[in-house]
């Protein structure tokens, strides 16, 4: 009678689980490389008007990498940057382009492998986290040094939420 009790108990559990995950909102979300070593850590930032999603590129031996999502103008696609060392107040378009490691769309995937756009702050957080090109493109950016760990595959997996 035990043995059918435990087993019964786990799929439970497993359910209860993916219910908690799914009530985590994006942006609270804990994301980490599938396959590797990095991580990415979504953050509240209602402050931004045209970034509706922020979070961080975090690599196992270097600094954390800020980034955001804005969304395009007509209701377009997600899209992803991650900056470092950018000038701080107005700077121009040049000077943009040099400080961007990484630009490209995010796609979410849900429990049944659908793939979509990226959900808002206060929606429940994507299962899974497409950054298109995101591997690539670091492994050809100034962090590419040899030493500093970077994402070798643009698949992220949800792993928690930040409380």
């Known amino acids: 009678m035990r043995m059918t009790w435990t087993f ?9 689980a993916n219910a908690v995950e799914a009530a985590c909102p994006q942006a609270l979300a ?4 599938v396959g590797g070593q990095t991580a990415i850590d979504f953050i509240p930032n209602m402050d931004m008007v045209a970034a509706s999603n922020t979070f961080r590129l975090i690599l196992p031996d270097a600094a954390p990498i800020e980034g955001h999502v804005e969304w395009q103008s007509g209701g377009g696609r997600p899209d992803g940057l991650l900056l470092k060392d950018c000038p701080t107040g107005d700077a121009t378009g040049e000077e943009l382009a ?15 492998g659908d793939v979509g756009l990226l959900p808002g702050p206060r929606d429940d957080a994507a299962q899974q986290l497409i950054m298109t090109d995101l591997s690539r493109a670091l492994h050809f950016s100034t962090l590419n040094d040899g030493e500093t760990a970077l994402p070798g595959f643009d698949v992220y997996e949800i792993t928690g939420c930040q409380e």
């Open 8 to 16: 019964l108990t786990v799929p439970a559990l497993l359910g209860l």
């Open 30 to 33: 804990i994301y980490q490389e």
């Open 98 to 112: 040099a400080c961007t490691l990484w630009r490209g769309v995010v796609y979410a995937v849900d429990d049944a």
